[in-house]
C-alpha cells in the first residue's frame, strides 16, 4: 500500500523518490510506504493553503461552524474505521483506539462553537461620541507536526480550531502510522470544508524545516520530544512564526501514606501501561512514602501478570506493541541498564514476549533515583519506576525538581494535602486520585518547563488565542461641523 499526500483537496503522489516503510507492530510485516515530500511538494500545499485562506477567511462563523458540526458527525460515525487504522499501524488495542477518537472528537465539538469562542468586547462612548471594540481575526496558513503516538487526536487538537478561526491548515503527520490522516482530509472534504483548506504533507525533518522556514506558514503547533520540541521552537521563532510545541514528559504518582493503595496501584498499572507507555501523560515514576511502599510495589507486581499483551487488533487484548523494533530495543536497554545502576528489577517485560511483532511486556523497577537513566530519561516504553519517599515534602521535592512539568497526580485521603499539593506542585496538570489528568476538550493541555515552549497551551481557551490575532478598532462617527485638528495626545475625557 502506498500512501501519499492530501493538497489541494485531493490525493496527490509522491515524486520525490524518498520513501519510509509503514509495519503492523504487532507481526512485524510491512504493510505498506509513504511517500516522503520533497520542498517543492512542501510548497504546493503552502500554496494551496494561501490561495483558499481568503475566501475561507470570508467565511461567515455560521458557515464554519457547520462544517465542524458536519466533520463532527463523520467522525462519529466512522469512529470504528478510524481506531481500525489507529490499530494497524499504531499498535494500540482497539478500546485504546477508539478512546483516542473519543478524546479527539471532543475537540471538534469544541470547535463547533466557534461563534460563541471568537467574541470580542465593545465599550459604548469610551470617549464623548466614540466606540471601541475588540475583535479576533486568524493567521492565515499555519501547519501542525504530530507525533506517531497519537494519530489522530493530535491532529484534532490542532486543525478544529485553527479552521474554525478561520485559517488554513497544513498537516505534516508522523511518518510511522500516516494513513488516519488521509482519512480524516477525506471526511473534512466531505463535511464541506473547500478545498486547500486542510492539507496533508507526509515528510520527515526535510518537510519539517520547510514549514518552518517558509514564509508563508504564519504559525506552526508540534506535539513529540523535549529535544525536537526546542529545535522546532527556536528555528520556527527565528523565522518569525508563533509557535507552540509541547515536549516530553516523566511524569510523577505521589502516594501518601493515607492512600487507599489497592486504588493507587490499579491506577499506577492503568497509567504506566496503557498504550504500552507511549504517551507522553504515562504515569513514568510511583513515589511511594516509605512506610507503604513494600505493600504498593506488591501490590503492583501481582496486577501485572494479569495485563493481557497481545494484537491490538485481538478482543482480550489490553497492551498491545511498541511501534517500532528499534524503539522497542531502546527501551529494553534502559530495563538492562536499571540492575547495573543498582535498581531492583521487580517484574522483567523482557521475558515471555511473543516471537513476532515489535512487543515488550509490563516492566516494574523499584528503588529508582534520579541520577539513573532509567529515571532521568523519558522512556516512553511499558517501564514503571518506583522511588521511595519519606513522605508529601520529600516527594514534592523529587517532582519539583524534575526538568519536565508536563503531568502528576497525588493519591491521598487528605484534602488539605491534596490542595497544597496543587498549589505547590510547579506542573502544568495535575491529577487528584487520578492518575492521568488530560484535560476536557473547554479547557487546554500542556505542561511546563520542558515541557513545553511557547505561551499558549494546545486546544481549548488557549488554542483559540493561538490561531487568531487581536485587533481593537477605535470609531467615531461625528457631526462634521465638530472637526477639528489637535495634535495633542489623544484624550477619553
Excluded at 466533520?71 to 470504528?80: F, G, H, I, T
Excluded at 524545516?209 to 520530544?225: I, K, M, N, T, Y
Excluded at 523497577?365 to 529515571?375: Q, T
Excluded at 502544568?428 to 484535560?439: D, H, Q, R
Aim: glycine share 10%; proline share 6%; aromatic share 8%.
Amino acid at each position: 500500500m502506498r500512501i501519499s499526500h492530501w493538497i489541494d483537496g485531493k490525493v496527490v503522489e509522491s515524486t520525490s523518490g524518498r520513501t519510509s516503510p509503514v509495519f503492523n507492530p504487532a507481526t512485524g510485516v510491512q504493510t505498506g510506504e509513504v511517500g516522503l515530500a520533497s520542498i517543492d511538494e512542501v510548497d504546493a500545499a503552502v500554496a494551496s493553503a494561501k490561495t483558499a485562506f481568503p475566501s475561507w477567511r470570508a467565511a461567515s462563523l455560521s458557515k464554519r461552524a457547520e462544517v465542524m458540526f458536519r466533520m463532527r458527525e463523520l467522525v462519529d460515525a466512522n469512529r470504528k474505521e478510524i481506531a481500525s487504522l489507529l490499530t494497524a499501524e499504531h499498535g494500540k488495542v482497539l478500546s485504546d483506539s477508539l478512546g483516542e477518537v473519543a478524546r479527539g472528537l471532543e475537540n471538534i465539538e469544541f470547535a463547533c462553537g466557534v461563534p460563541h469562542l471568537m467574541k470580542g468586547g465593545y465599550s459604548e462612548q469610551a470617549a464623548t461620541g466614540i466606540d471601541v471594540y475588540s475583535i479576533r481575526q486568524p493567521l492565515g496558513v499555519v501547519a501542525g507536526i504530530t507525533p506517531f503516538n497519537f494519530p489522530a487526536m493530535v491532529p484534532m487538537w490542532m486543525f478544529a480550531n485553527a479552521l474554525a478561526c478561520g485559517n488554513t491548515f497544513v498537516l505534516k503527520p508522523s511518518e510511522k502510522d500516516p494513513s488516519v490522516t488521509m482519512f480524516v482530509a477525506e471526511l473534512l472534504a466531505q463535511a464541506g470544508l473547500p478545498a486547500g483548506c486542510f492539507n496533508v504533507v507526509q515528510g520527515d525533518k526535510v518537510a519539517v524545516d520547510r514549514l518552518l522556514e517558509h514564509d508563508d506558514v504564519a504559525a506552526v503547533s508540534f506535539v513529540g520530544s523535549t529535544p525536537i520540541a526546542k529545535y522546532i521552537y527556536e528555528t520556527g521563532t527565528r523565522h518569525g512564526k508563533r509557535v507552540q510545541a509541547l515536549g516530553g514528559a516523566k511524569n510523577h504518582m505521589l502516594v501518601l501514606a493515607d492512600a487507599d493503595l489497592d486504588m493507587a496501584a490499579d491506577a499506577a498499572v492503568s497509567a504506566g501501561y496503557g498504550s504500552a507507555g507511549e504517551r507522553c501523560m504515562a504515569i513514568s515514576v510511583v513515589l511511594a512514602a516509605d512506610e507503604i511502599a513494600d505493600d504498593l510495589v506488591a501490590k503492583i507486581a501481582e496486577r501485572i501478570p494479569s495485563v493481557r499483551v497481545g494484537p491490538g487488533d485481538e478482543p482480550d487484548s489490553e497492551m498491545g506493541p511498541l511501534i517500532t523494533a528499534e524503539h522497542r530495543d531502546r527501551v529494553r536497554g534502559y530495563v538492562e541498564g536499571a540492575a547495573a545502576s543498582g535498581a531492583e528489577v521487580v517484574v522483567d517485560g523482557r521475558n515471555g514476549v511473543p516471537d513476532d511483532g515489535f512487543f515488550l511486556n509490563p516492566t516494574l523497577l523499584d528503588r529508582v533515583e534520579p541520577g539513573m537513566a532509567c529515571y532521568d530519561d523519558e522512556i516512553f516504553g511499558p517501564v514503571l519506576s518506583v522511588k521511595r519517599v519519606a513522605g508529601y515534602s520529600d516527594g514534592l521535592e523529587v517532582i519539583n525538581a524534575s526538568p519536565y512539568a508536563n503531568g502528576t497526580a497525588i493519591f491521598t485521603r487528605d484534602g488539605g494535602a491534596a490542595r497544597q499539593f496543587q498549589f505547590d506542585v510547579e506542573v502544568g496538570m495535575v491529577g487528584v486520585n487520578v492518575p492521568v489528568p488530560v484535560p476536557v476538550s473547554y479547557y487546554s493541555f500542556g505542561g511546563w518547563k520542558a515541557s513545553l515552549f511557547g505561551d499558549n497551551h494546545m486546544y481549548g481557551p488557549e488554542g483559540i488565542n493561538f490561531y487568531t490575532q487581536g485587533k481593537v478598532v477605535t470609531s467615531r462617527w461625528p457631526d462634521p461641523a465638530t472637526s477639528k485638528v489637535d495634535l495633542g495626545f489623544p484624550e477619553t475625557r
